[in-house]
Antibody, heavy 125, light 107 residues
Framework: QITLKESGPARVKPTQTLTLTCTFS??????????VAWIRQSPGKTLEWLAV???????RYNPSLKTRLIITKDTSRNQVVLTMTNMDPVDTGTYYC?????????????????WGQGTLVTVSS | DIQLTQSPSFLSASVEDTVTITCRAS??????LAWYQQKPGKAPNLLIY???TLRSGVPSRFGGTGSGTEFTLTISSLQPEDFATYFC?????????FGQGTELEVE
């Protein structure tokens, strides 16, 4: 059974850096083809793809956010970490990590077959 | 970015009704489309991928069709647990994008 869980601060101030951790089980990020993605959802329910990292350490970012994002993995801890710099109130929302379904879509995209419960991040001074 | 427009944005229906949600893409995306269901306070849940492939474990009352720029999600014989918000997602071109959602409520 695949499970994922996000953790990180509930609130950050404008201009600060957000660091979120996704801890997963039921699969390994050393297995060929496996990827973990981050997606966020605004309070208005808009979903936005942020980034994905693969078993071979290939990393793909949403071009509109690429300069602000860093995604890394720690395979020994079964964790994926997303860092987002220069946070703004418009970045407020629920941040999800998800397992990418193997074999569907290009390496820049993907279908997400298992999601974490999400973590709400509020950006406010 | 490819824009996905869902219609309607809100839909009222009753148990045992059949409903259809449409997702239109701003560019041709072949069959690179997925559908998700989201309930309040929960993460989206994958229902369908490759436009018409039902994810294992998803009830057969859910069906997806379409190719190119127009896609539909049909739910036959609505059950109480089906009242939720539905999103489409394209994975044809980076970045993957999502529709704005269709909220299905009890009439």
């Amino acid at each position: 059974q695949i499970t994922l869980k996000e953790s990180g601060p509930a609130r950050v101030k404008p201009t600060q850096t957000l660091t979120l951790t996704c801890t997963f089980s039921g699969f390994s990020l050393v297995t060929s083809g496996v990827g973990v993605a981050w997606i966020r959802q605004s309070p208005g329910k808009t979903l936005e793809w942020l980034a994905v990292i693969y078993w071979d350490d290939d990393k793909r970012y949403n071009p509109s956010l690429k300069t602000r994002l860093i995604i890394t993995k720690d395979t020994s801890r079964n964790q994926v970490v997303l860092t987002m710099t220069n946070m703004d109130p418009v970045d407020t929302g629920t941040y999800y990590c998800a397992h990418r379904l193997i074999g569907h879509g290009s390496w820049d995209t993907g279908v997400l077959d298992n999601w974490g419960q999400g973590t709400l991040v509020t950006v406010s001074s | 970015d490819i824009q996905l427009t869902q219609s309607p944005s809100f839909l009222s229906a009753s148990v045992e009704d059949t409903v259809t949600i449409t997702c239109r893409a701003s560019q041709h995306i072949s069959n690179y489309l997925a559908w998700y269901q989201q309930k309040p306070g929960k993460a989206p849940n994958l229902l369908i991928y490759a436009a018409s492939t039902l994810r294992s474990g998803v009830p057969s009352r859910f069906g997806g069709t379409g190719s190119g720029t127009e896609f539909t999600l049909t739910i036959s014989s609505l059950q109480p647990e089906d009242f939720a918000t539905y999103f489409c997602q394209q994975i044809s071109t980076s970045p993957p994008t999502f529709g704005q959602g269709t909220e299905l409520e009890v009439e």
